[in-house]
Nanobody, 122 residues
Framework: QVQLVESGGGLVQAGGSLRLSCAAS????????MGWYRQAPGKERELVAT???????NYADSVKGRFTISRDYAKITVYLQMNSLKPEDTAVYYC????????????????WGQGTQVTVSS
């Protein structure tokens, strides 16, 4: 199995910063990409940022210039540095990995963490 554990969420005032971490563990064979998604109350889950194995990144327009995704392949960890936070960034942030496991290396699927709450006050 693959486990994703997020950390770093919390309460911050508008304009502040938070750094989210997502550590992957378990029977991981290969990871093609990792990323962050978020879901605010009454809204659909949306992509925030992704990073591929090659280091290519993709950001939602709403966070470009404010958020930065990075990874540490040795630690199998992805980070999301969030600066200039706005109240509209308030959401549960979920870590995602598109990966395969040792026991079924040809079966690519999305794995999800439990989520971490980010609350930005005005």
């Amino acid at each position: 199995q693959v486990q994703l554990v997020e950390s770093g969420g919390g309460l911050v005032q508008a304009g502040g910063s938070l750094r989210l971490s997502c550590a992957a563990s378990g029977s991981i064979f290969s990871i093609n990409a990792m990323g962050w998604y978020r879901q605010a109350p009454g809204k659909e889950r949306e992509l925030v940022a992704t990073i591929t194995r090659s280091g290519s990144t993709n950001y939602a327009d709403s966070v470009k210039g404010r958020f930065t995704i990075s990874r540490d392949y040795a630690k199998i960890t992805v980070y999301l540095q969030m600066n200039s936070l706005k109240p509209e960034d308030t959401a549960v942030y979920y870590c995602n990995a598109y990966a395969t496991e040792y026991r079924e290396i040809d079966y690519w699927r999305d794995y999800w963490g439990q989520g971490t709450q980010v609350t930005v006050s005005s």
